[in-house]
């Protein structure tokens, strides 16, 4: 089984994840209160803002051809109307390696953390928000976007009612009582009403300020230097209804994925990202089955979960599909390999009905910060010993670099 011409293999990370020393995001700030959510602070992480270019010539070493990372908002415009020249210039230098390690650059606008002042002024619960990241995307396609592949907007814009409805986040009346958010905001001598970072924000209100945010995106970026295309990534999962769960599972599919992937129309393509399933019965989500095999976040290990949402994602938005994030957390090399494997024949059986998927991205590159859950859960197909910030590949990166020079999934471990 081959691939089509052309296919795009790579591994994807996030600024915020990998970059380290991100202090003018609201995430540091976060992750340093006292009533802090996190069970690590992000610090170094692995250092990737100074050491992209070891990292590049390793991933492209190993046999990818594209690499997905994000340009960091709170870097580029640290506070409102003031935009750094110096943090332009290294993600210039950035994206200019990118090619010499002939990786193509996909790069993500906004993934997860924001400047301190956005959030302080609402984050994406304000309308004003969609206006002020057009213009840090409008700066970004001015002065970069002749060095760009592939560029997304807003990292899983969905991501709000996706983690309401997976009850992973309480609702409304309850985030806006949260000890951080209220801490965060006495500190900005506001209420916790007015201060709000993605995605932990408000369903009632986020959903058509992140939509209207990724129009004016898609416009501001194609308007500067360069032609590539332009898309939004979504958080997809195979939505499945338990017993009498019909309408509650249908109105989650539609209310966490469909409006979304509708707003896709149009775009350039369509990023799939899909790590498990989710059943849910007549009043809710339901836990996982039974004797369940579960990853190290908690949810059931499904690989073939990806084959439904390329096709549902394919479906609604009438657009190529690019697989922008898969991957399992596990210590186990070789079933992280059986479940690459698994999602990788499910894009060979799509695309042989027809399907346009135009590339595969695993996630992630290397082992780094999950966010909330700190350093714990390990999705890399590389390890970083933190202590020395050496990176060593595993099997499955040594592996799946092989089916990306294959260009085939039919590659032995």
Known sequence: ????????????????????????????????????????????????????????????????????FSIEWARVEPEPGEFSNAAIEHYRRVLAACHEARMAPMATLHHFSSPRWVAARGGFENRETA?????????????????????????????????????????????????????????????????????????????????????????????????????????????????GGEEYAARVARESEDIFLEAARGDGFIGVQTYTR????????????????????????????????????ASIARTPVIVTENGIATDDEAERRDFIRKALDCVGRCIADGIDVRGYYYWSAMDNFEWALGYAPKFGIVAVDRATQRRMVKASGEWLGRVARANSPEIEA
């Open 1 to 68: 089984m081959k691939f089509p011409e052309g296919f795009l293999w790579g591994t994807a990370t996030a600024a915020h994840q990998v970059e380290g020393g991100n202090i003018n995001s609201d995430y540091w700030m976060i992750e340093h209160l006292p009533v802090t959510p996190f069970v690590d602070r992000s610090g170094d992480a692995c250092d990737q803002y100074h050491r992209y270019r070891e990292d590049f010539a390793m991933l492209s070493g190993m046999g990818f051809n594209t690499y997905r």
């Open 131 to 243: 206006k002020l990241f057009a213009r840090y995307c409008e700066r970004i396609g001015r002065e970069l976007g002749d060095l760009i592949a592939y560029a997304c907007t807003i990292n899983e814009l969905n991501s709000v009612p996706h983690l309401q409805h997976s009850a992973v986040m309480p609702g409304d009346d309850a985030i806006l009582q949260l000890p951080w958010r209220v801490e965060a905001a006495r500190r900005y001598g506001i209420g916790p009403e007015g201060f709000s970072m993605f995605p932990f924000a408000a369903l009632s209100t986020t959903a058509p300020v992140v939509i209207e945010a990724h129009r004016m995106a898609v416009q501001a970026l194609a308007s500067g230097r360069g032609r590539f295309p332009i898309g939004m990534t979504v958080a997809m999962q195979e939505i499945e209804a338990g017993p």
């Open 278 to 313: 989710r059943r849910f019965g007549q009043s809710g989500p339901l836990p996982p089955p039974a004797g369940a095999r579960l990853t190290q976040m908690g949810y059931e290990y499904r690989p073939e979960a990806l084959e439904a949402t390329i096709r549902r994602a």
